[in-house]
């Protein structure tokens, strides 16, 4: 009786680990959704000016455009193959906050999906430059 009673605790322990662990994180769980707070409350110096903005292109089709697609639609020919595949980078630019933008360019995948083949731009471009690609994709639609 009481090695079946420790039977079926354990039986009702492990599945209840499966359930958890099936059961998927809520959206709050996400990593997109942890913007660390020296990027929170940043805002694009570059905010509306039109010669940042081609700028931003101009960096845009030079380092992103090969997998993100020309009109950033994560469509690009180096994406095809990616998995997951490249982002559609028009959804963002409409609702998310500068910072978070800011934090997905500078870390790469590390602030995004994990798997990503997202560089750290960080390194790589100044953050003015990120800020001009970030000024250029708030105008595509």
């Known amino acids: 009786m009481k090695r079946s009673i420790i039977v079926l605790l354990w039986v009702i322990s492990v599945l209840v680990m499966l359930l958890a662990a099936c059961s998927g994180g809520s959206s709050a769980d996400k990593p997109e959704d942890k913007v660390p707070d020296h990027y929170v409350n940043q805002t694009n110096p570059f905010n509306g000016k039109a010669d940042a903005a081609v700028a931003g292109k101009t960096i845009f089709q030079v380092n992103c455009a090969s997998c ?73 639609k």
């Open 68 to 140: 993100h697609g020309d009109k950033g639609l994560g469509d690009g020919p180096a994406g095809a193959n990616l998995n997951p595949k490249p982002a559609d980078l028009t959804e963002p630019a409409k609702n998310d906050s500068d910072g978070q933008i800011l934090w997905h360019i500078s870390e790469g995948a590390a602030a995004g999906t994990p798997g990503s083949a997202l560089p750290a731009w960080k390194g790589t471009l100044t953050q003015d430059q990120i800020w001009q690609v970030i000024t250029y994709l708030r105008t595509l």
